[in-house]
């Protein structure tokens, strides 16, 4: 008998992002407060006794995910890799709803593969201990380990160090993409600053408001946010965008972007924001969004999605 299950795939924002050194082998080593957004991708998996993996994908960003491999898509390779973990004998069909637009610093693709490994957990009916799945979404990806983990954190090391924070207050974010992707690898080739000191964060900190955090988010930044507007201006185009408008308390580039994030003052504002930079720049992509709370994770482990 086939089980179906859905599993939302959040946004990853760093809300800022410090590169903090260099290892051996070439990997750099970060800084960075992450959270997620309340919106995303959605994985649907239904399990079938053979052992045939497969993925569709839907949504308004699938189009531009059809000219690549699909059988390297990091979904099928999160899939194929627990299956051979675990020493499941089952397969699946996975659906992928792409909301996100592609290699735009948000983490969609890493969201998806953690979102496939929790999803395939219970259609499986897999119980893995969190450390050694953590282990896994690290063979992944430097970012599907914290997607995995999907809640408010301090993450170091090269992505696999995760550190629990005091939850964040409920923010009115506008997320915006100028509808073009940049590629990682190069930004961080670009980038010749020096190394930002660690631990500049305060873990202890809790905040009561979008503006007593956007505040304490001054004192740090994102060191990508150089080399990735030299090798694409339109960043610079977008953080402008939403600086301007009323109510903005923070514009920040996301990762190694080319997505970029503004925390408003009221809900109201965020989507007055959103709706004049659609209306001026209509190719671009625009979402006003919040940040997942406890709430919300809770709806996401009974299979709900995202709210429209």
């Known amino acids: 008998m086939s089980s179906t299950h859905t599993e939302p795939a959040p946004a990853k ?31 649907t998996a239904t399990a ?14 699938a189009g531009d995910l059809g000219h690549g491999n699909i059988e390297d898509n990091l979904i099928l390779r999160a899939a194929r ?12 069909d996975l659906t992928l709803e792409k909301n996100l637009p592609v290699a735009s610093g948000i983490g969609g ?3 998806d593969a953690a ?19 953590e282990k896994l979404a690290l063979k992944l990806g430097a970012d599907v380990p914290v997607c995995l983990h999907g809640k408010t954190v301090l993450m170091q090391g090269i992505g696999e160090k995760l550190i629990d924070l005091p939850e964040l207050p409920s923010l009115s974010l506008v997320l915006v993409n100028p509808g073009k992707a940049v590629s990682t690898p ?20 809790k905040f009561n408001s979008g503006a007593s955090l956007a505040a304490a988010l001054q004192d740090c930044r994102n060191d990508l946010t150089l080399p990735a507007s030299g090798i694409l201006p339109e960043i610079c185009d977008v953080l402008n965008a939403l600086a301007r408008e009323d109510g903005c308390l923070l514009a920040r580039m996301s990762g190694s972007g080319a997505t970029c994030l503004a925390i408003y003052d009221t809900e109201n504002q965020a989507e007055r924001a959103a709706n004049a930079i659609a209306e001026s720049q209509p190719d671009w992509w625009v979402q006003a969004t919040g940040i997942q709370t406890m ?10 999605s995202f709210p429209a």
């Open 13 to 43: 924002l760093n809300l800022f992002l410090h590169v903090t050194g260099r290892r051996d082998d070439g990997y750099h080593l970060l800084d960075s407060l992450v959270c997620f957004a309340d919106c995303g991708d959605v994985i």
């Open 48 to 61: 079938h006794d053979d052992a045939e993996l497969t993925l569709a994908i839907t949504g308004p960003m």
């Open 81 to 92: 890799l627990l299956r051979a973990e675990a020493n499941v004998t089952q397969g699946a």
């Open 109 to 111: 693709g890493s969201a």
């Open 115 to 133: 979102a496939t490994l929790r999803v395939l957990c219970r259609v499986w009916q897999l119980d893995i201990p969190t450390d050694a799945l």
């Open 186 to 205: 190069e930004i961080f080739a670009a980038r010749d600053a020096a190394f930002t000191e660690e631990n500049l964060w305060d873990r202890t900190a």
């Open 295 to 304: 709430q919300d994770r809770a709806r996401a482990q009974i299979g709900a």
